[in-house]
Nanobody, 115 residues
Framework: QVQLVESGGGLVQPGGSLRLSCAASGSIFRINVMGWYRQAPGKQREPVAFITNGGGTNYVDSVKGRFTLSRDNAKNTVCLQMNSLKPEDTAVYYC?????????WGQGTQVTVSS
């Protein structure tokens, strides 16, 4: 089993920034992909950003240019720097890890963008 612990959510005004962090622990062999999903009220969970163990990144179009994903393979951590936040970014953000074809999820952290 892989355990994921998230931190860094909160309330921020539009245009502000937040940084989410996720640390993986437990039975870690070879994590292939780390990243984040989010789920807004009344909507389905959607992918936000992913990074492979080789450093390749993918972002959903709505966050490109505003969010930056980074990963520390030695520490098994992934961070999402979110800038220029918009009210539509409000959601519960879930850390995601894919190891040997098996997905793991964090418990979620709330991000609220509101004035």
């Amino acid at each position: 089993q892989v355990q994921l612990v998230e931190s860094g959510g909160g309330l921020v005004q539009p245009g502000g920034s937040l940084r989410l962090s996720c640390a993986a622990s437990g039975s870690i062999f070879r994590i292939n992909v780390m990243g984040w999903y989010r789920q807004a009220p009344g909507k389905q969970r959607e992918p936000v950003a992913f990074i492979t163990n080789g450093g390749g990144t993918n972002y959903v179009d709505s966050v490109k240019g505003r969010f930056t994903l980074s990963r520390d393979n030695a520490k098994n951590t992934v961070c999402l720097q979110m800038n220029s936040l918009k009210p539509e970014d409000t959601a519960v953000y879930y850390c995601y890890v894919l190891q040997e074809g098996r997905p793991y999820w964090g418990q979620g952290t709330q991000v609220t963008v509101s004035s």
